[in-house]
């Protein structure tokens, strides 16, 4: 089984940067794509950036441009840099994984807020 701690969130003004960070730790074989997902207030929870294994990268539209997601595999570990925030960035993000245990599985983290406001 896999856990998956966010970190790095917070309040952060128009035009900020942010970079979160999500660590997967517990019992797996492998940890295959890794990725990011977000829900604002009453809107449904949308990718934002993935990654798979080998380093291919998926973005939304929305992130084209200013975020960029990447891996440390040593570590198990998954990062969104997010640059230009806007307010409509607000939202939970939630890191997500799918990992290899006798079985192919995936989790979700926590979630983490973001809040991009002056």
């Known amino acids: 089984q896999v856990q998956l701690v966010e970190s790095g969130g917070g309040l952060v003004q128009p035009g900020g940067s942010l970079r979160l960070s999500c660590a997967a730790s517990g019992t797996f074989t492998s940890i295959d794509a890794m990725g990011w997902y977000r829900q604002a207030p009453g809107k449904d929870r949308e990718l934002v950036a993935s990654?798979?294994?080998?380093?291919?990268?998926n973005y939304a539209d929305s992130a084209k441009g200013r975020f960029a997601i990447s891996r440390d595999k040593a570590k198990n570990t998954v990062y969104l840099q997010m640059n230009v925030l806007k307010p409509e960035d607000t939202a939970v993000y939630y890191c997500?994984?799918?990992?290899?245990?006798?079985?192919?599985?995936?989790?979700w983290g926590q979630g983490i807020q973001v809040t991009v406001s002056s």
């Open positions: 997500t994984t799918n990992y290899n245990w006798a079985g192919f599985y995936s989790t």
């Open positions: 990654i798979s294994s080998g380093g291919s990268t």
